[in-house]
């Protein structure tokens, strides 16, 4: 018997098959671009992603027909709903949390949810990147949309349903709503019935790790799947990556490195506003029962992969054609310390503390001898840089971080592992998977069955280490120098940014 995780993220999908010891029976992963139709806009072909998931199950599934699936739950970037008919229609698109649209909604929305008091019911701030504004943006600019929906759901709550589960969402990616009240564990009615938005449109909100349902008969006989194989309330994949890295007591964070770059510190009791909001920091429900997580980020890997399309279009190609990656072609060519070039990480909106939107980025320090590695070492730096000053103002909230585990595509290169753990001065183990927001789905799917009696059980079983990076102290004191450079670019260049990017041509 074996267990189905599936990660579904912003720019590609993880589908693997394990086994109880956390063995790797199968996997495949399929990469995908956010579409634009406009300036501004960036949302997922639904109908496209839906098909190439059930792609990858098909092949992963063939690959261990010994191994039949027992259970199944999904993890999913959070934040971009989809809507879909009561007879599991996919009824239109996604809008990703970087599209523009729903800005129009903020100011009249701050008059009615002021930090604080927002936070004190959903833990979390206001901003154009959760599915309130866009929800508010669907039923004012595609209201036959809106009306015609009978649910939007996130993505790990689509794929459940299109498989055969009931319309349901976990308490973490309600959260990424704005709708959600932590402290009772459903949708707030208050928040609804302020900003308009129609409960009935809203899956049943449930805690990680519970059966939602079946596999439907057709759906099974599709994708090669054992009849009534149970479906399992997956988590947003954050906290999803936490489990699959074993990340579930306080003290513990994850160092996520896919398109986003997110450290994800594990706690226990929630704190104040007062304390959390200037900080930009959120509180979210973990995967793991009694446990809360808050996330620090930015658009890194995305940054990272602009890079890999603007410098080495042709050869990640041809590395494409022959079925082999580019990446550790590139990051053999990146320095051993500090570059020179000092990256500002605003290509696209940035996260906390300051959730910039209407910047852009910069690379300073560019000369005719700048190599390509030199580059790509500055973007790495200046993205951990990024996430540094978010961390370095954690021990006033009380949340503590002792070691990170890494996850992600970007946790597989050896030298980006390593240089963030100079830059931050703290060790960081890698697990034997990194893809763990995979893994972590398929420990949850293990726990809902009852193959594991609690995460801790699923993790023990399941997750290994492989290494852990220590810091260099030499090169961590080579990395605060440059950190105060970095420092110094943003208040130099504000205004200036600001001017430059509001000034479209």
């Given at each position: 018997?074996?267990?189905?995780?599936?990660?579904?993220?912003?720019?590609?999908?993880?589908?693997?098959?394990?086994?109880?010891?956390?063995?790797?029976?199968?996997?495949?992963?399929?990469?995908?671009?956010?579409?634009?139709?406009?300036?501004?806009?960036?949302?997922?072909?639904?109908?496209?992603?839906?098909?190439?998931?059930?792609?990858?199950?098909?092949?992963?599934?063939?690959?261990?027909?010994?191994?039949?699936?027992?259970?199944?739950?999904?993890?999913?970037?959070?934040?971009?709903?989809?809507?879909?008919?009561?007879?599991?229609?996919?009824?239109?698109?996604?809008?990703?949390?970087?599209?523009?649209?729903?800005?129009?909604?903020?100011?009249?929305?701050?008059?009615?949810?002021?930090?604080?008091?927002?936070?004190?019911?959903?833990?979390?701030?206001?901003?154009?990147?959760?599915?309130?504004?866009?929800?508010?943006?669907?039923?004012?600019?595609?209201?036959?949309?809106?009306?015609?929906?009978?649910?939007?759901?996130?993505?790990?709550?689509?794929?459940?349903?299109?498989?055969?589960?009931?319309?349901?969402?976990?308490?973490?990616?309600a959260n990424r709503t704005l709708l959600f009240n932590i402290n009772q564990g459903n949708w707030s009615?208050?928040?609804?019935?302020?900003?308009?938005?129609?409960?009935?449109?809203?899956?049943?909100?449930?805690?990680?790790?519970?059966?939602?349902?079946?596999?439907?008969?057709?759906?099974?006989?599709?994708?090669?799947?054992?009849?009534?194989?149970?479906?399992?309330?997956?988590?947003?994949?954050?906290?999803?990556?936490?489990?699959?890295?074993?990340?579930?007591?306080?003290?513990?964070?994850?160092?996520?490195?896919?398109?986003?770059?997110?450290?994800?510190?594990?706690?226990?009791?929630?704190?104040?506003?007062?304390?959390?909001?200037?900080?930009?920091?959120?509180?979210?429900?973990?995967?793991?029962?009694?446990?809360?997580?808050?996330?620090?980020?930015?658009?890194?890997?995305?940054?990272?992969?602009?890079?890999?399309?603007?410098?080495?279009?042709?050869?990640?190609?041809?590395?494409?054609?022959?079925?082999?990656?580019?990446?550790?072609?590139?990051?053999?060519?990146?320095?051993?310390?500090?570059?020179?070039?000092?990256?500002?990480?605003?290509?696209?909106?940035?996260?906390?503390?300051?959730?910039?939107?209407?910047?852009?980025?910069?690379?300073?320090?560019?000369?005719?001898?700048?190599?390509?590695?030199?580059?790509?070492?500055?973007?790495?730096?200046?993205?951990?840089?990024?996430?540094?000053?978010?961390?370095?103002?954690?021990?006033?909230?009380?949340?503590?971080?002792?070691?990170?585990?890494?996850?992600?595509?970007?946790?597989?290169?050896?030298?980006?592992?390593?240089?963030?753990?100079?830059?931050?001065?703290?060790?960081?183990?890698?697990?034997?998977?990194?893809?763990?927001?995979?893994?972590?789905?398929?420990?949850?799917?293990?726990?809902?069955?009852?193959?594991?009696?609690?995460?801790?059980?699923?993790?023990?079983?399941?997750?290994?280490?492989?290494?852990?990076?220590?810091?260099?102290?030499?090169?961590?004191?080579?990395?605060?120098?440059?950190?105060?450079?970095?420092?110094?670019?943003?208040?130099?260049?504000?205004?200036?940014?600001?001017?430059?990017?509001?000034?479209?041509?």
């Amino acid at each position: 018997m074996s267990l189905l995780g599936i990660d579904i993220g912003t720019t590609g999908c993880k589908t693997a098959l394990f086994s109880h010891q956390g063995e790797v029976l199968a996997s495949t992963y399929t990469e995908y671009n956010a579409q634009s139709a406009q300036s501004g806009w960036a949302e997922l072909d639904s109908h496209y992603i839906w098909g190439m998931t059930k792609v990858s199950i098909r092949e992963v599934v063939s690959h261990a027909p010994e191994d039949p699936v027992e259970a199944i739950s999904i993890s999913s970037l959070g934040e971009a709903v989809v809507p879909v008919s009561s007879d599991r229609r996919i009824l239109g698109p996604s809008i990703l949390n970087f599209d523009q649209r729903g800005e129009e909604f903020l100011p009249e929305l701050q008059e009615k949810l002021e930090d604080e008091y927002l936070y004190q019911i959903n833990g979390n701030t206001l901003g154009n990147h959760y599915s309130l504004t866009k929800l508010l943006w669907i039923k004012e600019h595609q209201p036959d949309l809106y009306n015609q929906a009978y649910k939007f759901l996130h993505w790990s709550g689509l794929v459940s349903f299109m498989l055969g589960a009931d319309p349901v969402i976990d308490y973490s990616l309600a959260n990424r709503t704005l709708l959600f009240n932590i402290n009772q564990g459903n949708w707030s009615d208050e928040l609804l019935n302020l900003t308009g938005l129609d409960r009935e449109k809203l899956p049943a909100a449930v805690p990680s790790g519970i059966v939602t349902g079946e596999v439907s008969p057709q759906i099974a006989a599709e994708l090669g799947l054992r009849p009534k194989t149970l479906i399992v309330s997956g988590a947003h994949d954050q906290c999803a990556n936490a489990v699959g890295c074993g990340v579930i007591n306080a003290g513990e964070a994850v160092f996520g490195m896919g398109t986003y770059i997110c450290i994800t510190p594990v706690f226990i009791e929630r704190r104040s506003p007062d304390i959390m909001v200037g900080k930009g920091l959120n509180t979210e429900h973990h995967a793991v029962p009694g446990r809360y997580v808050c996330f620090l980020y930015n658009q890194g890997g995305s940054i990272v992969k602009w890079f890999r399309d603007t410098y080495a279009a042709t050869e990640h190609q041809q590395a494409l054609a022959k079925g082999e990656d580019i990446y550790p072609t590139l990051f053999s060519e990146i320095p051993l310390g500090p570059s020179n070039i000092i990256v500002l990480p605003h290509f696209t909106s940035t996260g906390p503390p300051n959730f910039i939107s209407d910047s852009c980025g910069v690379m300073a320090g560019m000369r005719l001898e700048t190599s390509r590695g030199d580059i790509l070492k500055g973007i790495i730096e200046g993205i951990t840089y990024y996430l540094k000053e978010g961390i370095d103002s954690l021990p006033s909230t009380g949340i503590q971080i002792t070691h990170y585990r890494a996850a992600g595509g970007g946790s597989q290169s050896d030298k980006w592992v390593q240089t963030c753990a100079d830059i931050m001065g703290t060790p960081i183990t890698r697990p034997e998977i990194t893809e763990a927001g995979a893994l972590g789905a398929a420990i949850i799917a293990g726990v809902g069955c009852g193959i594991f009696t609690s995460h801790e059980e699923g993790v023990d079983a399941m997750v290994k280490m492989e290494h852990t990076f220590e810091p260099d102290p030499k090169k961590h004191e080579l990395y605060n120098c440059q950190y105060e450079k970095y420092h110094r670019l943003w208040p130099l260049m504000q205004d200036y940014l600001f001017d430059l990017t509001a000034e479209k041509i």
